[in-house]
T-cell receptor, first 117, second 116 residues
């Protein structure tokens, strides 16, 4: 059974800092990994999707990397801003014995990020 | 597109009452998921549908929970009878390329359920 762990559980940084959020997963036979953002009282928004054939994906100040062999992914946020404050979750497909997931994802518990001015 | 639409946004009910949560997925998406989120257990997948057919309902906690998808544009999650431990945020999500390496999941805003 796939398990996803995120470290740290919470992070508080001053504005302008570069920071790294970590995600690890137990079953490396995944075909992608997604990072989501969740604002308080809201649903999840997909930030980045890294396919298994890729090593990283970038969107603006966000960069996500994937190392399947070690079961790890990192989300790098450059020049953090107060507006980045949210919970960040990573998720991987939960595949059956035949490798099919139908989009079923296993989520980590998330990292609560606070960026203060 | 308006995104995944859920209703109601908030539901407060008394123990023993029936609760029905509704979801309209993004048009053209062929997979629909119901998740539950609590502080203690995080996000849990309850059930998911592919082309309106339930694929896996092993996450449904008890027989009090049921879900239907009568057509491609509508799904319901019903709890009958409801209990205080069902209090949580229930999310509906949909996807177009589910099961491929390019799948992306789109979430609704959720229904905050409080069972007194």
């Amino acid at each position: 059974k796939q398990e996803v762990t995120q470290i740290p559980a919470a992070l508080s940084v001053p504005e302008g800092e570069n920071l790294v959020l970590n995600c690890s997963f137990t079953d490396s036979a995944i075909y992608n990994l997604q990072w989501f953002r969740q604002d308080p009282g809201k649903g999840l928004t997909s930030l980045l999707l890294i396919q298994s054939s890729q090593r990283e994906q970038t969107s603006g100040r966000l960069n996500a990397s994937l190392d399947k062999s070690s079961g790890r992914s990192t989300l790098y946020i450059a020049a953090s801003q107060p507006g980045d404050s949210a919970t960040y979750l990573c998720a991987v497909p939960d595949q059956d014995a035949g490798g099919t997931s139908y989009g079923k994802l296993t989520f980590g518990q998330g990292t609560i990020l606070t960026v203060h001015p | 597109d308006a995104g995944v639409i859920q209703s109601p946004r908030h539901e407060v009910t008394e123990m023993g009452q029936e609760v029905t949560l509704r979801c309209k997925p993004i048009s053209g998406h062929n997979s629909l998921f119901w998740y539950r989120q609590t502080m203690m257990r995080g996000l849990e997948l309850l059930i998911y549908f592919n082309n309106n057919v339930p694929i896996d309902d092993s996450g449904m906690p008890e027989d009090r929970f049921s879900a239907k998808m009568p057509n491609a544009s509508f799904s319901t999650l019903k709890i009958q009878p409801s209990e205080p431990r069902d209090s949580a945020v229930y999310f509906c999500a949909s996807s177009f390329e589910a099961g491929t390496d390019n799948e992306k999941l789109f979430f609704g805003s959720g229904t905050q359920l409080s069972v007194l």
